[in-house]
């Protein structure tokens, strides 16, 4: 166990793992609690600007335990809490869990932890292997895990989740939409409230309503909900891009409300928003934060003298800091490939980033270049993201970093003029798709002139490029229309579910499940003597402390307290089966063979729905979910492994 332990610590900070550090170390010792030894270890996430934050707690034991052996999540989680560590890891050779810590004074029973990632167990270690096994095969073997282990610490570091996704548009506006309409409701009525008795504010809101074009009267409730609505939307603004922000700068402080009192809501999220300022973010941030220095200070930031003359509003661009351009780089690009250029300068939108070229070169040779096909190849291995429809959308920041375009700043200008001018006859006429673009005599003259340029044969060049380009485009715009496609089908596919549901529960469980305690008994149980124990209407969780070893209540309080663990386990699965009373067997032995039989079952019995689910839809993630919703239908409990 040292040996292991060692080797572990020894892997971080070091080379893919440099961003993890060793905040706190207690080596392998003996625990009489666990009845072995144990090794934990505090790691801290490192941050580019030097700072750390703490991240995990990792506990090593012996495979004689279970990840989440009661006891051992006892120790662990006090650890964590008294270290601040957000989750925590257990690992006992044979198998592994990665924890989210929970919060203290919440139950530290299995069903009620967030467990992010159940690791697979090493069947090639026994719980009762000896020291002597752990050859050093096995420990390279075990070595290799905790690389494992340790690359998930790190993307929890990085990433803020095991798992990026991408979230769909339309479920994440609709969650947007059902935010604004909770919140609503209640600041309409505190912000009606307060300007009915407050004139101050009154005349402040009404002033700051008629600047953002709002018309009405601070005793119009219509008037007031309309300017809840844009209270709401920039401060849900400000909550994502603050969140989006913490990705990069991760010195930022955590949005964690959870917990707190009303009253102290905003001013927790004003401390955070002030600490994002320090990175120069005024225009999102800035609006009810003050001048700290200069011949401002003191003044909000809208009434500064730099932006309070700007129209319509502060948060404007002033003409001296728009970029007018004649080139147009475009965001997304659909089956037809082109950049806009303009004989005159334009200021660009959103979806058109505007290029500056730098002195002497000609900005109708970039637009010729980039509405190149060779351009047009580069743009389809650069783009990162494919939106809906396949459409590609290429970010200027990646298109800086990956995309290749063809330097002819020392061509001569006999090529340089070829381009220009094949690329003035293409500009005569609508750009269509790539697969017809590759046909027409002009886009073949102006990609001629490019290859030659660079100094590429085209009669070699000319017709691999253009078989690569729409060969990417169609598989880019065939893999959008299959998402579209499966999107249209997911209705269908739900119900089809729920009739392979009904289809299971009646093949597998035509009467229900087995209820607890009854149907798991012994024959000696059966006839032996019992306790009628009863059981508290309000939920109960089970404490395994041995001070104070009982039932508690949400709140606190104590309802029962148990002589051991498996005692108090048999009370939790009767009251979750439905018992307002538990009979409970005199002999402690009967009761934990009960407590037993009734785990053995869950799990044959969750072994059994798998498998069931998993023939009939052929998809290991439907048959895991629709197994789980059996589980929950009949509020059974997840027996530990």
Known sequence: MADLFARFVAEVG???????????????????ALRGPIGTLLLHGHNDDGTTEALALVALTPPHLATGDPALLQFVIRRAQATRAPYFLTWTLRDAALWRTPKPGAPAATNNLEKLRDYEDNYDIAPGDAPHMFHEARRLQL????????????????DQALELVNVDATWFVGRLIDSVHELLPLVTDSLHNRLGIEDTLRVNVEKWAVAQGIAGSAADREFVESITRQIIYRLLGKVLFYQSLRRAARQLPPLNVDGIENSEVLPTLNRAFAEALKIDYHAVFAERQLYTDGNDQGLPWPEGTWVKNRQPGWYSLPESETNPSQIFFSKAQDDAHFHRFSRTKLIPDQRLYYLAPVKGTSAALVSALLNSSVCALATELAGPVTMGDGVLELRVEDARDYMLVPDLRSAASA???AIIDAFGKVCE???????????????????TAVLRAIGLDPKKYLQPIYNGLCELVRERIELGRMRGKARKTKARKTTAEKQTLQDVLVEQLPNGPHRFPEDFFSDAAKAGAKTEVLLPEDEFHLNTDPIT?????KSGGCVRHIKSPIEGMFLVYAKQSGHKAAQVPSKPVEVSRTVKNYEGYLRELRKRLYQAFYNRTLDARAATTLTQSVFDKFHLPKAET
């Open 143 to 158: 070595l290799a895990t905790a690389r494992r282990l340790l690359d998930d610490l790190k993307r929890l570091h990085k």
């Open 429 to 447: 006429r609508e750009i269509g798709d790539v697969f017809g673009e590759v046909k027409q005599k002009d886009r073949q003259a102006l990609d």
């Open 415 to 417: 090529a340089k003029k």
């Open 549 to 553: 070893m009982g039932l508690y209540t």
């Open 14 to 32: 070091q080379r893919d793992f440099a961003c993890l550090r060793i905040a706190q170390k207690w080596p392998v010792e003996d625990s009489t």
